[in-house]
Structures are given as C-alpha cells and as structure tokens.
C-alpha cells in the first residue's frame, strides 16, 4: 500500500507569514494529489486537487505543486482563518482502492 | 447547495453492530462514488469504504475487510455503512464524503464535500 508523510507535523507562524507543508509518497502517484483543511470539531474542507488545481471558492492565498512522490502546500499570507490542521490524500493507489491520508500538519499561532 | 447529514452513531458494546446513514441532497446522488472516512479522538483522517454511483462496487481499508459493509439506496439519496464486530479501535468520528466523481478499480476521485460526522463510541 502507498504510505503518505507530511513535514512538519506541527508549524509555529504568525499572520503574514509564508508557510510551506510537504508531503510525500512512498511511490509515485502521479498528481493523484488533494490537500484539506480541517478545523477542531469540523469537517475537512477540499483545498486542492490534483496536486495543484484550487478548489472553487478557495482563495488564491493557497497553492498546490509537485508530482510523483513529493508535493507542498503554500499558503503565501498566512491569515488569522488558517490556522488549522492540513491533511494531504492520495486516491490512485495503482492497485485496489487505497485511499490514504497523511498524517496531518497543524498550523498554529506563534 | 450540497448537503451530506450522518445519522445513526451512539455507544455500543464490543462485538456489537451499528448501521450509519447519509442523507444526501442538492446533487444527483446515483452520479457521484461516495466514501466513509473517520477519525479516531485527536487523531488523523482514516478511509474505511467506498461504492460507486451504481453501488455496483465497494472498496474496504484492510481495517474493516470483513466487518463493515457499504451500501447505497439510490431512491432515497442514502449511504449506509452497517458496521458489525465492532472494537474499540473502531471508536471514533465517521464522515460521509462526496467523491467529485467516480471510482475505478485503482482509484476514486477526491472528495468535494463531506458532512458533518457521526460519532460512534465502542466501549462496554
């Protein structure tokens, strides 16, 4: 099965800051990449698909990049509403459905 | 607007059953694969199960293989996840999740809407 790994597991920053999260694959996937945001007590909320393609409705502070094996997620002014835990999800497995979440990011005030 | 409403979570004893439902609304249901994820307390997301539109055919995490059982009713717009022998490892949020599409034998598409979660506690 794919195994995914997101670095840091947790990100001190404060509002206005540039803040990059990495995850990876233990093989390649492709851009079969999403990432989400998820809030205490709340369902996740889609971000990106594809590795890099911005949900509608999703501000534009938010980008996606990579392929294959290693992917980041930028937010470019970090705002008061980001603060959260991030998850990216792999969803082609190659073989029988695996879908397989990172571990999590938390983002938190500094 | 896309609506996903969990309903049927509650406390149960190890070894016991459970059957979640998710009313779906605002989209043509039989068009979409739909999904369970979970989340054990203060823990990560987890995918448990997957069917697509049709409900022709489902997909399990090695965790459930055997115990839980996906199923969808067209008609009514509603996703189930029967969940016998259950553990305490099995405690945990259960969300309904929108794939954006369809599912294949070696992948389904991303999830563009989950609802609110159901929580279901294992425990004697």
């Known amino acids: 099965d794919i195994q995914m790994t997101q670095s840091p597991s947790t990100l001190s920053a404060s509002v206005g800051d540039r803040v990059t999260i990495t995850c990876r694959a233990s093989?390649?996937?492709?851009?079969?990449l999403a990432w989400y945001q998820q809030k205490p007590g709340k369902a996740p909320k889609l971000l990106i698909y594809?590795?890099?393609s911005l949900e509608s409705g999703v501000p534009s502070r938010f980008s996606g990049s990579g392929s294959g094996t290693e992917f980041t997620l930028t937010i470019s002014s970090l705002q008061p509403d980001d603060f959260a835990t991030y998850y990216c999800?792999?969803?082609?497995?190659?073989?029988?459905?695996?879908?397989?979440f990172g571990p999590g990011t938390k983002v938190d005030i500094k | 607007e896309v609506q996903l409403v969990e309903s049927g979570g509650g406390l149960v004893q190890p070894g016991g059953s459970l059957r979640l439902s998710c009313a779906a609304s605002?989209?043509?249901?039989?068009?979409?694969?739909m999904s369970w994820v979970r989340q054990a307390p203060g823990k990560g997301l987890e995918w448990v199960s997957a069917?697509?539109?049709?409900?022709?055919?489902?997909y399990y995490a090695d965790s459930v293989k055997g115990r839980f059982t996906i199923s969808r009713d067209n008609s009514k717009n509603t996703l189930y996840l029967q969940m016998n022998s259950l553990r305490a490892e099995d405690t945990a949020v259960y969300y309904c999740?929108?794939?954006?599409?369809?599912?294949?034998?070696?992948?389904?598409?991303?999830?563009?809407?989950w609802g609110q979660g159901t929580l279901v506690t294992v425990s004697s």
């Open positions: 999800q792999q969803y082609n497995s190659y073989s029988p459905v695996r879908i397989a």
């Open positions: 069917i697509s539109g049709s409900g022709g055919s489902t």
């Open positions: 093989q390649s996937i492709s851009s079969w």
């Open positions: 594809k590795a890099s």
């Open positions: 999740a929108k794939s954006s599409g369809y599912c294949s034998s070696t992948s389904c598409d991303h999830f563009d809407y």
């Open positions: 605002g989209f043509t249901f039989s068009s979409y694969a």
